[in-house]
């Protein structure tokens, strides 16, 4: 009951400040992009054109210290429930596989309850139906295979609510997310109800799917200016941002990334990352129309707007890799073609670029390692480059400091406690023959007003690749299947060059245990 408690405590004292600010129920927009590096949207350093994220930044707040599961279904099963993914279902063999919701209620459920109408587009892991868990309205496929931005594929049909739809010949997935969403948006204040939106979009996760125009706007910018020399202008634009302690160094690069110079290769390379670029841009794209939205509508400063990644860039798909490199192998002969017979292509290379419908390809470690600038890792990984997030957060009526950075820590599992907590709403002891496990998320409306939270007494990773525990400014990490702990300390080495472990065995000894007693207590809940 731990964590329930302390759940409680801001829940008490807040809503009356905010009954203050605005007399009507604020409505909460989140946004959540898929495999998104640390530093891919400008205000975190990057070069890709994503104005719309940015001026959310200036009007509000960036988190330098927020955490995801390093994977897609771990971390939507903890944004939507406010447990860890382990106490739902995501362990062992299962760390991918569907939510299991017979121990918890999601945020749609409990916002219904109070007034809140729930849309729901993009992403959802699932075997069920979003509208069987909370949201009254939804759009988008149920990702239960590949996935192309152009066409539908086998296994992996789109639906409006619960009608199955045919795609237009000029479909691009992403663009169809932000015009559902905005849709959605439009109803809701035309109806004059507050509303929680979530925007789970699928890009920039591959394949590097991109319209042909939008692909060239960054061409150029990455054939002249490769990996290194972006790694280097991302880590230098962070600094003089002030998202970095002076005293942190750029993080290695891996040894199997080679000299930008020597690559033979670097019109397909670049390609490469123009396309990923193409599809960071339509993202922002659709967070500007869900602003201007807001702005007709007369909604934009009484709305909490939220935008994260759900893990770390990945560099999946290098050159050429079967089906089976991606996790799924072919269930039938028809698996993973799309559904008027064109076969999806296996991967890229020099002779085959990246972008067009047919080709299914991914980025590759060099261009996620500058995705993820300073940091180390990258999805799957329990280093701070598979973890750690981008947060920036929009709320005019709530937010005073605009354009201020926090270095307070937070975590996916936070977001349920926040939305009751902006929402004036309480957490179910029961719900619907269900008794859901106690929060582990603690509010984040105490930052967005300007307080010092009361932190994560630790946080717990079970990740694919690793394990790992965060107390303090003390970090622990050790491979999944075992091997020697070692030790960060994040706030003097954030991208984790300088193992302690041998200097603070004591240390390293607590934290282990405290991991250890983490992880068979969400076990056997």
């Known amino acids: 009951m731990r964590c329930f408690a302390v759940f409680l405590l801001p829940i008490c004292f807040l ?42 930044a200036r009007d509000g707040l960036r988190f330098t210290q927020f955490y995801n599961n390093s994977i897609c279904g771990p971390t939507r099963a903890s944004l939507l429930t406010g447990l860890y993914c382990q106490q739902i279902g995501h362990a062992g063999e299962r760390w991918n596989e569907p939510k299991d919701f ?182 922002d794209r659709g967070v500007g129309q869900l602003l201007e939205a807001l702005r007709h509508g007369d909604e934009l400063d009484n709305t909490l707007i939220m935008f994260l990644s759900d893990n770390g860039a990945a560099p999946d798909g290098g050159l050429a890799p079967s089906a089976s490199t991606f996790g799924f192998g072919p269930k039938s002969k028809n698996d993973g073609w799309r559904t008027d017979g064109v076969p999806i292509r296996p991967g890229s290379g020099p002779e085959l670029m990246p972008g067009p419908h047919n080709t299914f390809a991914a980025y590759g470690r060099a261009w996620a390692s500058v995705s993820n600038t300073p940091l180390r890792g990258t999805k799957l990984d329990g280093f701070e480059g598979g973890i750690r997030t981008p947060l920036v957060v929009r709320w005019p009526e709530v937010i005073r400091e605009q354009g201020g950075i926090t270095k307070q820590t937070g975590h996916v599992i936070d977001f349920m406690a926040t939305c009751l907590d902006v929402a004036d709403a309480s957490y179910p002891a029961e719900f619907q023959g269900r008794r859901p496990l106690p929060l582990e998320g603690k509010s984040l409306l105490p930052i967005f007003l300007g307080q010092r939270r009361q932190p994560h007494e630790v946080l717990c990773w079970s990740v694919p690749r690793h394990h790992a525990i965060r107390s303090g400014r003390w970090k622990a990490i050790r491979l999944s299947r075992g091997g020697q702990w070692q030790l960060y300390d994040l706030e003097a080495d954030g991208t984790e060059t300088t193992d302690l472990a041998e200097r603070e065995p004591a240390l390293v000894k607590e934290l282990a245990n405290r991991f250890e007693a983490w992880q068979t207590r969400v076990a056997s809940e």
């Open 102 to 283: 017979t121990k918890c209620v999601t945020i749609g459920e409990v916002l219904q309850q109070v007034g809140y109408r729930t849309l729901m587009v993009g992403k959802w892991q699932g075997r069920d139906s979003p509208l069987d868990r909370g949201f009254d309205r939804f759009f988008g496929p149920m990702c239960q295979a590949k996935i192309s931005y152009f066409n539908e594929v086998q296994r992996n049909p789109y639906f409006l609510d619960r009608k199955r739809l045919q795609l237009p010949v000029d479909f691009y997935l992403t663009d169809a997310l932000n015009e559902h969403a905005v849709q959605f948006l439009e109803e809701s204040v035309a109806d004059k109800a507050p509303f929680f939106l979530y925007v789970a979009h699928i890009a920039p996760h591959w394949p590097l799917h991109a319209r042909p125009g939008e692909v060239a706007k960054y061409r150029e910018r990455y054939r002249t200016k490769g990996w290194d020399q972006a790694r280097a202008v991302r880590f230098e634009n962070q600094r003089d941002s002030g998202l970095l302690a002076s005293s942190w160094k750029l993080s290695p690069r891996p040894p199997a990334i080679g000299d930008w110079a020597n690559d033979p290769y670097k019109k397909w390379q670049a390609e490469r990352m123009a396309v990923y670029a193409a599809q960071v841009a339509a993202i």
């Open 15 to 56: 809503p009356s400040t905010l009954a203050a600010a605005s007399p009507r129920q604020p409505n909460i927009i989140l946004v959540m992009a898929d495999d998104l590096g640390w530093s891919d949207i400008g205000c975190y350093g990057g070069e890709i054109g994503t104005p719309h994220i940015d001026s959310m």
